[in-house]
T-cell receptor, first 112, second 114 residues
Framework: AQSVTQPDIHITVSEGASLELRCNYS??????LFWYVQSPGQGLQLLLK??????LVQGIKGFEAEFKRSQSSFNLRKPSVHWSDAAEYFC??????????FGKGTRLSVIA | GAGVSQSPRYKVAKRGQDVALRCDPI?????LFWYQQALGQGPEFLTY????????KSGLPSDRFFAERPEGSVSTLKIQRTQQEDSAVYLC????????????FGPGTRLTVT
């Protein structure tokens, strides 16, 4: 079955430190991949997407993600975290006519 | 408005009551999706419309759930005889014909069944 796994439920990072959130997918063929962010009481905002081509994709708010086919991964990174980045982050994938499948999310806390 | 809007933002229903949740997609977006997000979980797909046609309803958890989009714009998700397990945030998303995989989400409706 198609699935998206986010191994880390909760991550705490100091403000100014770098961040990497992990995402692995299980699909027959390489799906389209997405990262969304959800702040409390808010909907999901698209940070970035990967369809094909360059495996390092840039998104909004200084985020980037790297697609690695050999590892079935699409990890999200940011070089320097700001307190306003504290939120829930969701990795998602879609392939063909199947619905968008989300991971369970990673909650990011930022400490001073 | 510029984004997807949903109403009400919060709904409290007594068990057994019927509820109706509304979604206004981005103007011109042909595709509309409903998701259910339980506490501490990622969103899970419920159903999908292309214009007024409901093309996929495989995620609806029971026949108590019903969705419609009669004129290809606004959509309503109806839950009949609500149960406690229906408590969740219901998210609506829309996408355009030219970027069908890029979904834009509304703020959601938080449903609490007591």
């Amino acid at each position: 079955a198609q699935s998206v796994t986010q191994p880390d439920i909760h991550i705490t990072v100091s403000e100014g430190a770098s961040l990497e959130l992990r995402c692995n997918y299980s699909y027959g063929a390489t799906p389209y991949l997405f990262w969304y962010v959800q702040s409390p009481g808010q909907g999901l905002q698209l940070l970035l997407k990967y369809f094909s081509g360059d495996t390092l994709v840039q998104g909004i708010k200084g985020f980037e993600a790297e697609f690695k086919r050999s590892q079935s991964s699409f990890n999200l990174r940011k070089p320097s975290v700001h307190w306003s980045d504290a939120a829930e982050y969701f990795c998602a994938a879609v392939s063909g006519n199947t619905p968008l499948v989300f991971g369970k999310g990673t909650r990011l806390s930022v400490i001073a | 408005g510029a984004g997807v809007s949903q109403s009400p933002r919060y709904k409290v229903a007594k068990r057994g009551q019927d509820v109706a949740l509304r979604c206004d997609p981005i103007s011109g977006h042909v595709s509309l999706f409903w998701y259910q997000q339980a506490l501490g979980q990622g969103p899970e797909f419920l159903t999908y419309f292309q214009n007024e046609a409901q093309l996929d309803k495989s995620g609806l958890p029971s026949d108590r759930f019903f969705a419609e989009r009669p004129e290809g714009s606004v959509s309503t998700l109806k839950i009949q005889r609500t149960q406690q397990e229906d408590s969740a945030v219901y998210l609506c998303a829309s996408s355009s014909k030219t970027a069908s995989y890029e979904q834009y989400f509304g703020p959601g409706t938080r449903l609490t069944v007591t």
